[in-house]
């Protein structure tokens, strides 16, 4: 059990490391096969800033550029999606990264989904841009990250039955603390970025005006750059974040496969375990433990999503909060096929 603990531990931390201060925590139809990475950078995109603005006049769509002009109308109550037809033999586990901090409310900014079939170990991760707009069952309207902090995992449960038809079946909470120092641990780690970066820095690598860039292609980092790498902000999207955070945690799947963390992973779960929390069991982790060697062995088999800035549209609230409408046309076939891994 501590061994796939371990890591999904790692792959929880890997994934809050964009964007998070640390913190301490004590349809029914069919649709056709839509595989494909997302997100794919654009060599020829402008980058947009986060949050995104709405224009008076449409703007085509592309891969970091969201829709504006939103063909509905969101309402205090907008209707209750249909449950999706998925497998049984699949268990979702929803990966959360917090802002958490003593006296202070907290938002999830980082939400990804890992679904594993427990027949074939065949895995997805979904990403969820933390500014999409949704129903909170109950309450009102809100920014999906904040599920969480209204209701914890029973209102996060019934805020994802809702708006996207299915029901996650686990959490696993956690930080980016000590994010820096597993991954030197691991003598660092190679990044193949599909893009370039530039934006402001502190490491030893930033030019006289304090800037740091790097890619694209084959990457060598250590902790404080692949730190830097996914929480960059300030030059790029939410989108592109979502993009580097899974370079990241590839190839850190990758590093871990070479240096046998199977074996390892009591000793980084002990490191670990007190910034998780979890609701995963010990019986449904020894059952999918099982699979831990294959997906870390084959991460190519690792199929990764994200609701991205074609399965959304920009918008502004009455109160004027900039944020992102769901697509339910677009997304739901995306986690039709995403939660149906086989």
């Known amino acids: 059990m501590k061994k796939l603990f371990a890591i999904f531990v790692i792959f929880g931390l890997t994934a809050t490391a964009c964007n998070l201060p640390a913190i301490e925590l004590g349809k029914q139809q069919s649709p056709q096969a839509i595989s494909r990475l997302l997100v794919t950078p654009d060599p020829n995109a402008t980058a947009t800033p986060t949050p995104f603005l709405p224009s008076d006049a449409p703007v ?26 998925l497998s ?31 027949k074939t170990g065949a895995t997805s991760v979904v990403s969820f841009p933390r500014d999409l707009f949704v129903t909170l069952p109950g309450l009102k309207q809100e920014r999906i990250n904040t599920a969480m902090a209204y209701g914890g995992f029973d209102l996060t449960q019934e805020m994802f039955q809702y708006n996207f038809g299915f ?13 820096v120092s597993i991954i030197d641990s691991l003598g660092g780690i190679t990044v193949y970025a599909g893009s370039q970066l530039s934006d402001t820095c502190s490491l030893p690598i930033a030019d006289e005006e304090g800037y740091c860039t790097i890619g694209p292609g084959r990457l060598d980092m250590d902790g404080a750059t692949a730190l830097w790498y996914v ?8 989108f592109d974040r979502t993009r580097r955070a899974q370079e990241v945690m590839k190839a850190t799947f990758f590093k871990l496969m070479n240096l046998n963390a199977v074996a390892r992973a009591p000793e980084l779960y002990n490191a670990f375990r007190n910034n998780v929390e979890t609701n995963l ?16 062995s084959n991460t190519d088999k690792i199929k990764q999503y994200a609701i ?9 609230t009455p109160e004027g909060a900039q944020v992102l409408l769901p697509n339910p046309d677009l997304i739901e076939p ?5 939660l149906n891994v086989e």
């Open 60 to 85: 085509q769509t592309g891969v970091d550029q969201p829709t504006t002009e939103p063909t509905i109308t969101p309402t205090a109550t907008p209707t209750v999606r249909p449950t999706l037809a």
């Open 167 to 179: 029901t996650p079946d686990y959490y696993l909470l956690t930080n980016f603390q000590g994010f």
């Open 334 to 338: 995306l986690l039709f096929e995403a």
């Open 281 to 296: 069991s010990l019986d449904v982790a020894v059952s999918l433990a099982r699979f831990a060697p294959d997906i870390l």
């Open 88 to 118: 049984k033999d699949v268990v979702k586990i929803l990966l959360l990264g917090s802002d958490w901090r003593p006296n202070s409310g907290f938002r999830t900014d980082v939400m990804m989904l890992v679904s594993i079939n427990k």
């Open 231 to 238: 929480r960059s902000r300030y030059s790029t999207s939410d």
């Open 308 to 316: 991205g800035p074609r399965e959304v549209w920009a918008w502004q």
